[in-house]
């Protein structure tokens, strides 16, 4: 009977609240050894898979408990010590034997002798008040083994009553909400509240980047203040916003069940923590509840140069239109992040010359210290003979996805040093705006670098009298979307030089609404009236689309209106397809439109029957849940026929957020000579031009020039094969997302998402007087790869899912243009070929000794191709103008 009530007691007294129910945590009893059984497990699949697909693996081991000392004023101070025994490590579901990675292994020959022994040696944790104040273990133990111990110490960290704290535990710093309902806790970890010392970086763009969900939640089951069991679930999920299905997920689960208890030691003497841990053992130290950084070391991978040997024919322009390029263009970024600098430069000593100019483009996309220090090295700006391969760094350091403000200085630097290339130096400062954009978005305007490149951008047109330097201080503030530029783009609006005053309004139309003062509304109407001078149509027709796109008033729409039939007779039908297009395609400004139609003055047929062959089209090129992509198609001719202003835009919405992909501007002048006909009003005195824009991916570029000027008009004209001068080509890093994720178990996985694009675009303008036809067409090639990789790395034993889709498509624009008679025929095409889409589901476990399984799984599917819907009067003539073609 003496038994049974001691027992009874003991019992009572173990991990319970203290006698007036206001204990801050658990309790243990001296004199009692606890023993638990403890799981911890870690599941890597895409996002809806299932556990018999996925990769992972499950730590099992018995778990004793019992306590070194007690603070004696306070029962809720105390030092606990800690040991596992018995681990076992399996497959986190059941597999075949050839698929089981661990068939046949030990603990000891999966972990090593050492991993084993460092992590059954017993480790001390001080939990003051239900909440852990330190951490002791040793030094010279890996971190991987260090980390696995503070997940399980971290499960012990609980409070018995309702309410919100800020803890720290293996995750970091973290805001954690407790809810106590009889006989449970529930412990739900706020996981982006957490602070730790290891960040990533992401793709600022919403379109382009990654979305993240996470979720950690521990319930504790209690039985009189005693803890029978504790089981935690943890799980991130990412996904590609622009393909939602491209996506994976991390799933991590403890579970500590307590089995039973019997004697144990007997509580050490001592005043304070510290004297009682050194008594157990000197060695012992504290080295933190927060996990620690892993250092990974690939044991057998290939050294750079190595990686380089096995892509590098997947990186010769003759591979550039297949996915295989983007595949292996990400795939050497990722050996380049880890390299050296003189290791980068070897690779680009090495690489011939059809490739160096896409081992630049994957070298600069890396964005480290090394990479950029290469490049730098590497390239000599003072030699004209360098073009491509500077422009190609330009350009990629524009498109990088997380640049830094040593990138910015770089340039700075490259801008005030001697530029062999005029092209060169215009592009140098036009993607300082870029990065003074991406800089400002993540919070850095203020930057010394920033600051500096701010100041000069901004006080650039009003330095120089140049007028190839203006328009490149004004494309760098274009590319740069500073609120600072809007007054300077205002001004420029009126200017006499026609191309400032579109460069000027064509910035105007990418900032926010919000910031279209009524003293801007005014210029730009006054610029479209031509209310001070006359001006070129395409200016007026850029200052229309401001008007159009910056929330106008009644009677800003009104005079829009009313201006049709009093304009050249091309503008006219601009006019009114732009108009037309916007309430069909039902944009922002159609509301306004309907109302002010209703007035019969503005809108009647001898105002809305106007000829011509100008237009404007938009329409869908995708729909679906995730994205959607929509084109449009401006264009404007002259009153003799010949092409004054071709303008094709893509842009991709989701996510809240719109993304301008592309834009193709064709602009050409002056050419009425050579079909002895007379120029429009106010483009009388244009000298012979055409020249060719392009904007990617919110990037604004160097423009191109076909011809300036009549005798180079007349040589191009007599050397003219019809070819397409190349625009833009090359990879871009389109997105690229890296995160350590930290999980409570101690485990640390690796994620990274990124997206390449192999692209080509080229333009072309054909005159024919013979036959009096022009030809301007438009190809864009493109392969597009992205991946998604989710890796957990304990050095022993290393997996991961990789989830992939790549396509490979081409879209053209022609437009072809008769012009032996009035009206002339005009037709447009723009068309899609058929393309196939590839989705890949690849796992793969690796141990240390070297033994490793890879499973990949894939469905592929095409695309049809087709020509793009435009506009009724456009398929008529189209027919037209092959029929007398034929």
């Known amino acids: 009977m003496l038994a049974l009530v001691v027992f009874l007691l003991c019992a009572a007294s173990s991990f319970s609240a203290s006698p007036k129910g206001v204990a801050a945590g658990p309790r243990l009893n001296n004199n009692q050894l606890y023993k638990f059984s403890y ?57 075949s034997e050839k698929k ?82 009889k006989g449970q806790v529930t412990r739900t970890k706020i996981l982006d509240t957490c602070q730790t010392a290891e960040t990533g970086f992401t793709t600022h763009s919403k379109v382009l980047g990654v979305s993240s969900k996470a979720s950690s939640v521990t319930v504790f089951t209690l039985e009189d203040g005693f803890i029978r069991s504790a089981v935690a679930e943890e799980a991130h999920s990412l996904a590609v916003n622009a393909r939602k299905s491209t996506a994976a997920k991390v799933v991590s689960r403890q579970a500590l069940t307590f089995v039973g208890k019997e004697v144990g030691p007997v509580e050490a003497a001592g005043k304070d923590v510290a004297g009682v841990v050194k008594s157990v053992d000197t060695k012992l130290a504290a080295v933190g509840i927060v996990a620690e950084k892993v ?46 600098k003189d290791e980068i430069l070897k690779v680009l000593k090495s690489a011939s010359k059809t490739s160096l100019p896409q081992v630049v483009d994957a070298v600069t996309s890396s964005q480290t210290t090394a990479s950029l220090d290469a490049m730098l090295e590497f390239l000599n700006f003072t030699d004209a003979k360098g073009f491509v391969l500077q422009e190609r760094f330009l350009y990629a350091c524009g498109f990088a996805s997380h640049p830094n403000e040593r990138m910015l200085e770089a340039l700075l630097d490259i801008s005030k040093g001697k530029i062999g290339s005029t092209d060169i130096k215009e592009s140098v400062v036009i993607i ?19 600051v500096k490149v701010k100041k000069m951008i901004l006080d650039g047109p009003k330095s120089t009298k140049e007028e190839s330097e203006v328009q490149m201080y004004l494309l760098a503030l274009k590319n740069s979307l500073l609120p600072e530029a809007i007054p300077i783009f205002t001004k420029y609006t009126e200017s006499e030089v026609g191309a400032y005053c579109t460069i000027a309004l064509t910035a105007l139309q990418r900032y926010d609404v919000k910031l279209m003062t009524s003293e801007v509304k005014q210029t730009v109407n006054r610029v479209y009236h031509q209310n001070r001078r006359i001006y070129e149509k395409n200016v007026r027709a850029a200052a229309a689309d401001v008007i159009l796109s910056s929330n106008p008033s009644y ?9 049709i039939g009093n304009l050249p007779h091309e503008m006219n039908k601009y006019m009114l397809s732009k108009i037309q297009d916007i309430m069909r395609f039902e944009m922002p400004a159609s509301k306004i439109l309907r109302k002010a139609m209703k007035d019969m003055v503005s809108h009647n047929y ?79 005195d244009l000298e012979s031009f055409a020249g060719m ?38 990879l871009i890093l389109l997105s690229d997302h890296s995160e350590v994720i930290q999980l409570q178990s101690g485990l640390k996985a690796n994620a990274e998402f990124q997206g390449g694009l192999a692209i080509d675009i080229s333009g072309g303008m054909e005159i024919s007087l013979w036959y009096r036809e022009s030809k301007t067409s438009v190809n864009n090639r493109g392969a597009l790869v992205v991946t998604g990789n989710i890796t957990v790395d304990m050095d022993f034993l290393r997996t991961g899912v990789e989830v992939s889709f790549e396509t490979e498509a081409a879209l053209d624009f022609i437009t072809t243009v008769q012009f032996s008679e009035y ?51 456009n398929s008529n003539m189209c027919k037209k103008v092959f029929d007398s073609s034929w």
Not at 129 to 153: C, D, H, Q
Not at 661 to 676: N, R, S
């Open 432 to 450: 300082m705006g870029a990065l003074v954009h991406k800089l400002c978005q993540k919070g850095g305007c203020d930057l010394p670098t920033v």
């Open 693 to 730: 824009s392009a904007l990617l991916f919110d990037v604004q570029l160097r423009p191109v020039t076909f011809f300036k000027g009549y005798s180079d008009l007349m040589s191009k004209m007599f050397s003219m094969t019809g070819d397409p001068m190349n625009v833009v080509k090359g």
């Open 823 to 873: 009206p002339f025929l005009v037709c447009m095409q723009m068309d899609k070929t058929t393309f196939p889409v590839s989705e890949y589901l690849t796992t793969y476990e690796r141990l240390s000794s070297g033994k490793s399984i890879k499973s990949r799984k894939g469905r592929k599917m095409l695309i049809p191709g087709s020509e793009f819907p435009l506009h009724q009067e």
């Open 100 to 181: 089981n990675i661990l068939h046949g292994a030990t603990t000891e020959s999966v972990l090593g002798k050492t991993n084993l022994a460092a992590l059954t040696k017993p480790f001390l944790l001080h939990l003051k008040n239900g909440k852990v104040k330190a951490f002791y273990s040793y030094w010279e133990e890996p971190a991987t083994i260090k980390n696995l111990k503070r997940g399980l110490a971290s499960l012990l960290q609980v409070q018995l009553n309702t309410g919100k704290v800020v803890e720290n535990d293996v995750s970091g710093r973290c805001t954690v909400e407790y809810k106590a309902v």
């Open 606 to 684: 001898d105002r809305f029957a106007k000829v011509g062959s100008s237009s404007a089209y938009s329409g869908f090129m995708a729909q679906s849940a995730d994205v959607s992509s929509t084109y449009s198609l401006d264009i404007l001719y002259s009153g003799s026929g010949i092409l004054r202003r071709s303008n094709m835009n893509i842009y991709g919405g989701g996510n809240g957020a719109m993304l301008h992909g592309l834009q193709v501007a064709i602009e050409a002048q002056g050419l009425e000579t050579l079909i002895a006909a007379t120029p429009d009003e106010g483009e009388e």
């Open 295 to 340: 250092k990974s070391q690939c044991k057998g991978c290939p050294s750079l140069f190595e990686h380089w040997q096995t892509e590098k024919k997947q990186l010769e322009p003759a591979s550039l239109s297949k996915a295989t390029a983007p595949r292996s263009f990400l795939a050497l970024i990722q050996s380049i992040r880890k390299a050296s």
């Open 555 to 563: 009677m800003e729409v009104k005079n829009l209106l009313l201006s």
């Open 39 to 95: 799981t911890t497990e870690v599941l890597i699949d895409k996002a809806r898979g299932s556990k018999e697909g996925s990769a992972g693996y499950r730590i099992s081991s018995d778990v004793d408990v019992n306590l070194v000392w007690r603070d004696p004023s306070s029962k809720d101070d105390q030092l606990i010590k800690l040991a596992m025994s018995n681990v076992r490590i399996e497959p986190v579901s059941q597999r």
